[in-house]
């Protein structure tokens, strides 16, 4: 008796316990076929392949520039940048003959009784500005007027104001880092 006769009779039982047994170990064997056969296959793959090529490096990456060094800045330099605000907006090439300096901004707002510009806020009709007028800063919209002065347009960082003196361009001044606050708006933290 060859050997796929006694595999034949062996799961052709007609019993029922015995034949459903036979059935899930023939499943089980024919999986495991079906698994040795894809491990077969791939370990055949992985053998007849051969591995990818390497890709050198172009030489102009292989070489390395020199570091430029970050040299100190002079107390002048210093200065400059100081007076200077990076992100002002009215800031200007340090040699350029345009720039005004803080003492001859402060002589243009003079003409204005006392308002200094401290804020300006939304767009359009809505937009108005923040004033800062005897140590007390009001919100002055478009069309509304503060000692005498009729807020005419609001730009970024600049307001113009008219009157029967004429019409004044009014321009945002930075807030100095030790200016002290107005008096009655202390903050609480410091009590």
Do not use: C, H
Request: avoid cysteine; proline fraction near 6%.
């Amino acid at each position: 008796m060859s050997a796929l006769n006694r595999l034949n009779l062996r799961y052709r039982v007609d019993t029922e316990p015995l034949r459903t047994e036979r059935r899930a170990e023939l499943l089980a064997l024919f999986l495991g076929i079906v698994l040795l056969l894809q491990i077969a296959w791939g370990a055949s793959q992985l053998w007849l392949l051969s591995p990818p090529e390497p890709i050198q490096p172009s030489q102009d990456s292989l070489q390395v520039r020199e570091a430029l060094g970050i040299a100190a800045l002079s107390e002048e330099q210093s200065r400059s940048m100081l007076q200077r605000p990076l992100f002002w907006p009215d800031r200007r090439p340090a040699g350029d003959s345009a720039v005004e300096s803080s003492s001859d901004r402060a002589a243009e707002q003079e003409d204005i009784e006392g308002l200094r510009l401290v804020g300006v806020y939304g767009a359009g009709n809505s937009a108005g500005i923040i004033v800062l007028l005897n140590d007390s800063k009001l919100r002055v919209g478009v069309g509304e007027t503060v000692a005498g002065w009729r807020v005419k347009s609001v730009e970024p960082g600049a307001a113009v104001l008219t009157s029967k003196k004429g019409k004044q361009r009014l321009l945002l001044q930075p807030a100095s880092a030790n200016a002290n606050p107005p008096a009655g708006r202390r903050s609480k933290r410091g009590r």
